[in-house]
């Protein structure tokens, strides 16, 4: 008996001198963990929804429900390296004050949620809701254009290398639908 608790004395000495105290850790999740949690669950009901579509491939061609069922497994994919992230992150730094801390120092945050993710999502709805009214170039353009200046803080900065992105970027994305996978995209001058 004593010979079994000896190592475990050893190993709570080291952690108490290192500073890793086991009552004071605790697992907080903020809006890092469920923002993509909750998108998770609506990604995968919209994947249930796109899968009883049909087969997304039928005598070697795509059916209407392959896009659907492709964008919900990357997105579904991406999700869960965001979540994977942010647990990451939460044990990585320690105890809630120095997460909190940490997170005051390198962005403002609302409910746990840092600005630049809420700018993604009101533009991302903005782009979505515009997508359908002006068409895919304008919303398009607007929309890569808004994210470069989010990202980098400033659209006046680099400017001109940023439009040509845009440009390329919305252009590049014409060509992959239109005419590689030949899906109409609506159109401003088609309204």
Not at 47 to 60: E, F, N, T, V, W
Not at 115 to 141: N, Q
């Given at each position: 008996m004593v010979i079994a608790?000896?190592?475990?004395?050893a190993v709570w000495r080291n952690a108490s001198q290192t500073g890793f105290h086991m009552s004071t850790k605790r697992f907080a999740?903020?809006?890092?963990?469920?923002v993509p949690a909750v998108l998770?669950?609506?990604?995968?009901?919209?994947?249930?929804s796109a899968i009883q579509l049909g087969p997304p491939m039928?005598?070697?061609n795509m059916t209407e429900s392959f896009f659907p069922i492709l964008t919900s497994v990357v997105m579904l994919i991406a999700l869960v390296c965001a979540m994977v992230q942010a647990l990451g992150r939460i044990s990585s730094n320690g105890s809630d004050e120095e997460a909190t801390?940490?997170?005051s120092r390198t962005s403002?945050?609302?409910?746990?949620?840092?600005?630049?993710?809420?700018g993604v999502v009101l533009l991302t709805t903005g782009y979505l809701l515009a997508f359908d009214l002006i068409g895919y170039f304008v919303s398009t353009f607007f929309y890569v254009l808004l994210l470069h200046g989010l990202f980098s803080g400033s659209i006046k900065k680099n400017w001109l290398m940023k439009l040509v992105a845009t440009l390329l970027i919305t252009a590049a994305g014409y060509l992959l639908f239109e005419v590689f996978f030949q899906v109409r995209l609506p159109t401003f001058w088609s309204q």
């Amino acid at each position: 008996m004593v010979i079994a608790i000896a190592p475990l004395k050893a190993v709570w000495r080291n952690a108490s001198q290192t500073g890793f105290h086991m009552s004071t850790k605790r697992f907080a999740l903020d809006g890092e963990f469920y923002v993509p949690a909750v998108l998770a669950i609506i990604t995968v009901v919209y994947l249930i929804s796109a899968i009883q579509l049909g087969p997304p491939m039928k005598d070697g061609n795509m059916t209407e429900s392959f896009f659907p069922i492709l964008t919900s497994v990357v997105m579904l994919i991406a999700l869960v390296c965001a979540m994977v992230q942010a647990l990451g992150r939460i044990s990585s730094n320690g105890s809630d004050e120095e997460a909190t801390a940490e997170a005051s120092r390198t962005s403002k945050r609302y409910a746990g949620i840092s600005l630049g993710a809420i700018g993604v999502v009101l533009l991302t709805t903005g782009y979505l809701l515009a997508f359908d009214l002006i068409g895919y170039f304008v919303s398009t353009f607007f929309y890569v254009l808004l994210l470069h200046g989010l990202f980098s803080g400033s659209i006046k900065k680099n400017w001109l290398m940023k439009l040509v992105a845009t440009l390329l970027i919305t252009a590049a994305g014409y060509l992959l639908f239109e005419v590689f996978f030949q899906v109409r995209l609506p159109t401003f001058w088609s309204q």
